[in-house]
C-alpha cells in the first residue's frame, strides 16, 4: 500500500482527488462526489458505497479518511496513509465478499484553513442517520501505539482493542475527541473528521491514529492534558531552529519531512487487516 502513498506525496489536492477517482474508474468500482464550498475554499469528497452497485437502506460502517494534505506538505502520512488503506479495503472488497454495509469517505479539506470542511459538509447534507459507527483513519503509517480518540470506556470499540492488541498494536485510550493545546479564548488542538460525525449526533465515531512506542513519554502529559506550553515551546522551537524535544511523529507533520519512507508498510497492512477484522 505503499505504493499508493508514493503516487499520493507527489500530487498537490487536486490531482490526489484526480488520483482517488481514475483508482476507482480503472477498477470500475461507481463513486459518487459531494462538491461544496467553504468560506475560504472549494472541496470534493468522494464516496463509495458497498456493496458496490447497490446502495442498500439501513445503516452502514463509515470507513473514511481525509485525502487533502496540509498546504505545501507532501502528506505521506498525514493522510495519504489512511487513504492508502481505504484503497487497500477496496482492492481486497473485489476479491473476497463481504456481508456488511460499507460506505467510504474520502474528504477533502480536513487540513487547512477550513478545518474538516468535507467532513462538515458532509453530515450537513447527508446526516448521520445511517451511521452505524464511524472509523476516521488518520496518520496510521508510523507506529506501533494506537491512539483511539475519543475512547470513553464504552463497548463498541472492544472488538477493535482486542484485534488490535492481537495484531500487535498497543492501544492508547484518549477519553476526548480532540487534543487540545490552546484552551483560551477557544480550545484549540489536533482533531480530525470523526469529531463532524460527533458533532452530528452519531455518537459511535472514533479516529485511529499511530505513533511511535517512543514518543509515549513525550505524549502521554499532553494527552493527560498536561504540560501544554512545554509542547508547543518545543514544538516552535523545532518549527523554526530544527530543534527541540518533539514526538517523532511531530517531525514528520505538517512540513516537507512527511514522506512515504518514513511510512511503515507493515502498519498500513496490520491497519488494514484490523478494519477488515471489525466491519
Ligand atoms: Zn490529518
Same mark, same amino acid.
Given at each position: 500500500?505503499?505504493?499508493?502513498?508514493?503516487?499520493?506525496?507527489?500530487?498537490?489536492?487536486?490531482?490526489?482527488?484526480?488520483?482517488?477517482?481514475?483508482?476507482?474508474? &480503472?477498477?470500475?468500482?461507481?463513486?459518487?462526489?459531494?462538491?461544496?464550498?467553504?468560506?475560504?475554499? &472549494?472541496? &470534493?469528497?468522494?464516496?463509495?458505497?458497498?456493496?458496490?452497485?447497490?446502495?442498500?437502506?439501513?445503516?452502514?460502517?463509515?470507513?473514511?479518511?481525509?485525502?487533502?494534505?496540509?498546504?505545501?506538505?507532501?502528506?505521506?502520512?498525514?493522510?495519504?496513509?489512511?487513504?492508502?488503506?481505504?484503497?487497500?479495503?477496496?482492492?481486497?472488497?473485489?476479491?473476497?465478499?463481504?456481508?456488511?454495509?460499507?460506505?467510504?469517505?474520502?474528504?477533502?479539506? &480536513?487540513? @487547512?484553513?477550513?478545518?474538516?470542511?468535507?467532513?462538515?459538509?458532509?453530515?450537513?447534507?447527508? @446526516?448521520?442517520?445511517?451511521?452505524?459507527? !464511524?472509523?476516521?483513519?488518520?496518520?496510521?503509517?508510523?507506529?506501533?501505539?494506537?491512539?483511539?480518540?475519543?475512547?470513553?470506556? !464504552?463497548?463498541?470499540?472492544?472488538?477493535?482493542?482486542?484485534?488490535?492488541?492481537?495484531?500487535?498494536?498497543?492501544?492508547?485510550?484518549?477519553?476526548?475527541?480532540?487534543?487540545?493545546?490552546?484552551?483560551?479564548?477557544?480550545?484549540?488542538?489536533?482533531?480530525?473528521?470523526?469529531?463532524?460525525?460527533?458533532?452530528?449526533?452519531?455518537?459511535?465515531?472514533?479516529? $485511529?491514529?499511530?505513533?511511535?512506542?517512543?514518543?509515549?513519554? $513525550?505524549?502521554?502529559?499532553?494527552?493527560?492534558?498536561?504540560?501544554?506550553?512545554?509542547?508547543?515551546?518545543?514544538?516552535?522551537?523545532?518549527?523554526?531552529?530544527?530543534?527541540?524535544?518533539?514526538?517523532?511523529?511531530?517531525?514528520?507533520?505538517?512540513?516537507?519531512?512527511?514522506?512515504?519512507?518514513?511510512?511503515?508498510?507493515?502498519?498500513?497492512?496490520?491497519?488494514?487487516?484490523?478494519?477488515?477484522?471489525?466491519?
Amino acid at each position: 500500500m505503499k505504493a499508493y502513498i508514493q503516487e499520493l506525496e507527489v500530487r498537490n489536492n487536486k490531482q490526489k482527488d484526480e488520483y482517488i477517482k481514475n483508482f476507482l474508474r &480503472e477498477r470500475n468500482i461507481p463513486f459518487s462526489t459531494q462538491t461544496f464550498s467553504t468560506l475560504l475554499a &472549494e472541496g &470534493e469528497n468522494i464516496i463509495v458505497d458497498y456493496p458496490f452497485n447497490k446502495n442498500p437502506n439501513g445503516k452502514k460502517i463509515y470507513l473514511t479518511a481525509h485525502y487533502n494534505a496540509w498546504f505545501k506538505s507532501p502528506g505521506a502520512n498525514d493522510n495519504a496513509s489512511g487513504v492508502a488503506v481505504l484503497l487497500g479495503f477496496l482492492e481486497k472488497l473485489l476479491i473476497e465478499n463481504k456481508d456488511t454495509a460499507l460506505k467510504f469517505i474520502f474528504f477533502d479539506l &480536513e487540513d @487547512g484553513w477550513a478545518v474538516r470542511g468535507g467532513s462538515k459538509a458532509y453530515v450537513r447534507e447527508f @446526516g448521520v442517520s445511517d451511521v452505524e459507527k !464511524n472509523f476516521n483513519i488518520d496518520h496510521v503509517g508510523m507506529g506501533r501505539m494506537l491512539l483511539l480518540w475519543p475512547s470513553k470506556g !464504552n463497548n463498541w470499540l472492544n472488538p477493535l482493542v482486542n484485534n488490535a492488541e492481537s495484531l500487535g498494536f498497543s492501544p492508547f485510550h484518549l477519553p476526548t475527541a480532540r487534543i487540545v493545546l490552546i484552551t483560551f479564548p477557544a480550545e484549540r488542538g489536533f482533531v480530525s473528521d470523526h469529531l463532524s460525525f460527533l458533532e452530528a449526533g452519531c455518537m459511535q465515531a472514533c479516529s $485511529l491514529s499511530t505513533f511511535p512506542k517512543e514518543d509515549l513519554p $513525550l505524549f502521554e502529559p499532553l494527552l493527560r492534558g498536561e504540560g501544554r506550553l512545554r509542547f508547543i515551546y518545543e514544538l516552535l522551537k523545532y518549527r523554526l531552529f530544527g530543534k527541540g524535544t518533539v514526538p517523532k511523529l511531530m517531525k514528520h507533520y505538517h512540513n516537507r519531512d512527511d514522506r512515504s519512507e518514513f511510512v511503515e508498510e507493515q502498519n498500513l497492512q496490520n491497519m488494514l487487516t484490523l478494519l477488515w477484522r471489525v466491519t
